[in-house]
């Protein structure tokens, strides 16, 4: 009897050991959905492709891409992924974020992953990648407090919603450490929002406005009402800072527009270090982290890029490289809540 059932306990880990299930194979094929947009235009597109293409070196991954020509072509394109039998599939961009739920609910053999996406719940198979924009504003608001040479900075922001909101509260208790850290004197920070993200000419107007009271550090952070601001400053001479990518690649024509040796810095969200993060998990036979993955300095989610044409000091460049550091082993905190983007009480 006792032989018998040592039998069955053998049997059943042998049986156990060799029904593989779909997280212990691990994924061999991924398909990437771009936004309205391609793959090399210096967007969420291209940090998402490049985060694909490293996964694909590393793990052998048999990989694809679609780029969207309008948004009424989301749902197709993603539907052709799972027609034609990947098994991951990545999408980019927050209004591809009901459809990619709705399909990952229909199809869970298949892992979604999606960019600049919030699900508050959803399956297993899917997963949402969010940001912390306050991490990211606080090394640009400490570069702008070390480049200052008049004393005032500013923001010019797009619409309040909290990942603007981060940004904003970030850039200026990045401002607020420097100043206190590097025993600096008196930095003031302007910031508006605007009710706007596409209004360039808005934003180029504030970014005026803020000149005229003394501002040489700009940091635009909004789409294109951003990106209207730090064009016009850097254009009349002031010092800016862009957001999201390295924006010298985008708003910057790399290098061929007129203001592009006045980009300092970009707050930048790793977007290639978060797709490759969660692909190299699938690749592995491990599951996805939940239903929200957080790129994070912890994780070299979030980063500032690098000044290009614009003169920028190394031991300012060493300076905020520090402060990431800090932030990354958790040393360092923003003071910023890191979902609604509010001042946390001290």
Do not use: W
């Amino acid at each position: 009897m006792r032989l018998i059932k040592i039998l069955v306990v053998v049997l059943a880990v042998l049986a156990f050991a060799v029904v593989p299930t779909m997280a212990q194979d691990g994924i061999e094929s991924v398909c990437l959905i771009t936004d309205v947009g391609r793959v090399n235009d210096g967007t969420f597109n291209q940090f998402a492709y490049e985060g694909m293409l490293r996964a694909e070196e590393e793990f052998e991954l048999e990989v694809t891409f679609i780029e969207t020509q309008a948004s009424t072509d989301y749902e197709a394109n993603i539907n052709t992924c799972v027609d034609e039998g990947y098994e991951a599939i990545v999408t980019v961009g927050f209004l591809m974020a009901d459809i990619n739920k709705a399909l990952a609910e229909a199809n869970p053999d298949v892992y979604f992953i999606g960019v600049d996406q919030f699900f508050a719940e959803g399956p297993a198979n899917l997963t949402g990648v969010q940001f912390r924009e306050d991490q990211a504003g606080f090394l640009v608001g400490v570069m702008a407090a070390l480049m200052t040479e008049s004393g005032t900075v500013a923001g010019v922001y797009g619409i309040a919603i909290p990942p603007v909101v981060k940004f904003r509260n970030g850039y200026e208790q990045g401002v607020a450490y420097a100043v206190e850290e590097y025993e600096l004197d008196e930095v003031t920070a302007l910031g508006v929002y605007i009710d706007d993200f596409v209004a360039p000419d808005r934003g180029a107007a504030a970014a005026e406005q803020f000149m005229g009271e003394g501002a040489d550090v700009i940091f635009g952070a909004g789409g294109p009402t951003g990106s209207g601001a730090i064009s016009a400053a850097a254009a009349a001479g002031a010092m800016v800072i862009g957001v999201d990518q390295d924006e010298y690649f985008t708003t910057f024509g790399e290098g061929e527009t007129p203001g592009a040796d006045m980009l300092i810095s970009s707050a930048m969200k790793r977007v290639d270090n978060g797709v490759y993060d969660l692909l190299a998990l699938l690749a592995q036979g491990e599951e996805l982290p939940g239903i929200i993955y957080v790129l994070e300095a912890a994780n070299d989610g979030v980063g500032f890029a690098e000044a290009h044409d614009a003169d920028v000091p190394e031991e300012v460049t060493e300076a905020v490289a520090g402060v990431f550091e800090m932030l990354k082993s958790g040393e360092l905190e923003t003071g910023v809540d890191p979902v609604s983007g509010e001042l946390l009480a001290e």
